[in-house]
């Protein structure tokens, strides 16, 4: 069994939505997300991506809807204002040098 610190299972943005011109675009970001081949799950004021597909969402939230009424988490953690959600981003470099076993964990 891998160590849980050095296995990384695909991660999973979930994506809260408040506001009511920004729950209009649910629909149609889960519909994009969709046909660009991705996987989106779509409940209430929720929409639950995988991380390939966040930064795309990123820059089109950031530009056509109300970016302080979105939150996001990861794994069930505490919600966080979607705009910080690039630092997030930019830190998985990290995470794909230890999946691709350029860096080894010493657990």
């Not at 930064?55 to 979607?82: A, K, N, Q, V």
């Amino acid at each position: 069994m891998d160590c849980l610190n050095c296995s990384f299972p695909p991660i999973q943005y979930e994506i809260h939505f408040e506001g009511e011109a920004n729950i209009k675009m649910l629909p149609v970001l889960h519909k994009h997300i969709k046909r660009q081949n991705g996987w989106a799950l779509q409940n209430e004021n929720n929409l639950v991506v995988m991380e390939e597909s966040v930064l795309e969402l990123f820059d089109f939230c950031i530009e056509h809807m109300l970016p302080d009424r979105i939150f996001y988490r990861i794994h069930g953690t505490s919600w966080d204002s979607f705009s910080t959600i690039s630092s997030v981003i930019e830190a998985q470099w990290i995470d794909d040098l230890i999946a691709q076993k350029k860096i080894t964990c010493e657990c």
